[in-house]
């Protein structure tokens, strides 16, 4: 690679991203979706405690703010379709489970579904917002992690290899790509 470099703006300029669907619920438990390319961990082990970034005219930042609950939810390659659905209407005029058609699955401990078409699902509860920018940042410490058996190897581990997701880098979509090595 060339030493030289030129000034360039990029889109979104650290990459990759996950994108992922959060779920939200208003007063009544009226669940809602949003699509982010946004979603971050910030403390890693004890507490757990995973970051979004959302827009303020969003109609999710209004429930999240409101009810202190969201669902992360982290979707597989072939539901690259129905993520640009969700990211394409609002819920104050869209019930996107009903018109997107994704299956709400009751969650432990929030009032907002897991998606039973994601097969990785973090149960979060509210515990900071904080103005940044453009964007707003929600901090939520994971209640409740939950897998799809689907990715445990046979001796019940978590199996990377497995997993199929959507990364995102500026306005493009690629899945997982190739497996390099584990960091030990
Ligand atoms: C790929 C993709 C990534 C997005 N990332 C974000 C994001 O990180 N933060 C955000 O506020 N909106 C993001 N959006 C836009 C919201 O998903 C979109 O405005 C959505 O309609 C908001 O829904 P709501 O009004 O029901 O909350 C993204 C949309 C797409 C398609």
């Not at 009226?30 to 405690?49: A, M, Q, R, W």
């Not at 992360?72 to 019930?95: F, T």
């Not at 996107?96 to 149960?123: S, Y």
């Not at 901090?139 to 997993?163: I, M, R, T, Y």
Request: glycine share 8%; hydrophobic share 40%; net charge negative.
């Amino acid at each position: 690679m060339s030493h030289e470099r030129v000034s360039y703006r990029l889109f979104r300029p650290v990459y990759p991203s996950p994108a992922s669907l959060v779920t939200s619920a208003d007063a009544d438990g009226k669940p809602n979706i949003i699509t982010l390319g946004e979603t971050f961990n910030l403390s890693v082990h004890e507490p757990v405690i995973v970051g979004i970034a959302i827009a303020p005219q969003r109609y999710s930042h209004k429930l999240i703010s409101e009810q202190g609950e969201f669902v992360v939810n982290l979707p597989p390659a072939d539901l690259l379709p129905k993520v640009l659905q969700v990211g394409a209407m609002s819920g104050r005029d869209h019930d996107k489970f009903a018109e997107i058609g994704l299956t709400p699955i009751p969650a432990t401990h929030v009032k907002p579904p897991l998606i039973a078409e994601c097969p990785v699902n973090l149960e979060c509860r509210l515990l900071n917002v904080q103005t940044i920018g453009d964007h707003d940042l929600f901090q939520g410490e994971v209640l409740e992690h939950h897998v799809s058996p689907d990715l445990l190897n046979e001796e019940g581990k978590f199996d990377h290899a497995k997993l199929s997701t959507i990364v995102m880098a500026g306005g493009h979509f690629f899945d997982l790509g190739e497996h390099l090595r584990h960091w030990k």
